[in-house]
């Protein structure tokens, strides 16, 4: 008998321990942008579980594009959020604190996925297609649930106003993005040519004049989404071999000119 009921707490326990592991994974909400031009639409879940999320997003459009999450706090909804966003982003004005910019998805190529895993705490957000009108609103609701992020291999950190990049290797790379300054930022990853500079791409950026010492190739370009200061999340990068220059073109709450006219361009290299 001592030996049947041995048996019997093994096996619960075993069975117990599945159900930790399955609850310990993220919950995953999958994004679909499709049409074209201004006529895209964005669908997504209604809702999902507060805490680790894997974020997918599958570009069915023929341009490049992305998902951003906006969050409304202090009484204020998601569908605000992503208004004052916009005139922030488009018109230069302050961004209230109540607006909390969520991160996103990395954009993708026509026809192609991509995703993050990261923190969401409840809320009322709005995700949104930055080149279009197509937003769907989202529920974060509950509490944390429980799950660790992937393990990256590389990582990029940004503050204001640099960036500092380490451990990207050519090919496919799990990346963690922090922005550990207090200002919203993403970045904007293009190489460089041959020989070019940082320097040479800030004067660029500033004046327009003469050669672009970037990369003109839209498939060796990476985009983020923008995070909060104080947030991070875990994506992953396709990058080619080289050297890249890394820049944040929003501003600061506050407004004023884009962060990378205040310096924020730094170098990357991919080994």
């Keep these: 008998i001592a030996s049947s009921l041995a048996f019997v707490l093994a096996v619960t326990a075993c069975g117990d321990d599945e ?29 999902i579980e507060g805490g680790l999320v894997q974020i997918e997003f599958k570009n069915s459009t023929n341009e490049r594009a992305g998902v951003q999450l906006f969050r ?7 569908a605000e959020a992503r208004e004052a966003g916009a005139r922030w982003g488009d018109e230069g004005k302050p961004l209230p604190d109540w607006v909390k910019i969520e991160g996103g998805t990395p954009w993708a190529r ?18 949104v297609d930055f080149d279009s009108d197509a937003v769907t609103p989202l529920k974060v609701t509950g509490s944390h649930n429980g799950a ?11 503050t204001e106003y640099s960036f500092t990049a380490t451990g990207l290797e050519a090919g496919v790379n799990t990346v963690e993005f922090v922005n550990v300054g207090k200002e919203p930022h993403f970045f904007a990853a293009v190489p460089l040519k041959p020989g070019a500079t940082v320097a040479q791409v800030r004067k660029f950026l500033r004046t327009e004049e003469g050669e672009s010492p970037l990369v003109e ?14 947030r991070k999340q875990v994506i992953e990068l396709d990058l080619r071999k080289g050297r890249y220059a890394l820049g944040c073109f929003i501003p600061d709450r506050a407004g004023g000119p ?11 290299v991919v080994e």
């Design 19 to 47: 159900k930790e592991q399955e609850a310990a994974k993220p919950l995953i909400a999958t994004f679909e942008l499709s049409g074209s031009g201004k006529q895209k639409t964005l669908r997504g879940p209604e809702s």
């Design 72 to 78: 409304g706090t202090e009484g204020h909804s998601g």
């Design 110 to 127: 026509p026809g192609e996925t991509s995703s993050a895993v990261q923190e969401l705490p409840a809320g009322d957000y709005m995700a």
């Design 148 to 158: 660790d992020p992937p393990t990256a291999d590389a990582r990029i950190e940004a």
């Design 217 to 230: 190739d839209e498939d060796a370009e990476t985009i983020s989404a923008v995070l909060d200061g104080g």
């Design 258 to 268: 884009p962060h990378a006219f205040k310096g924020m361009i730094s170098e990357a």
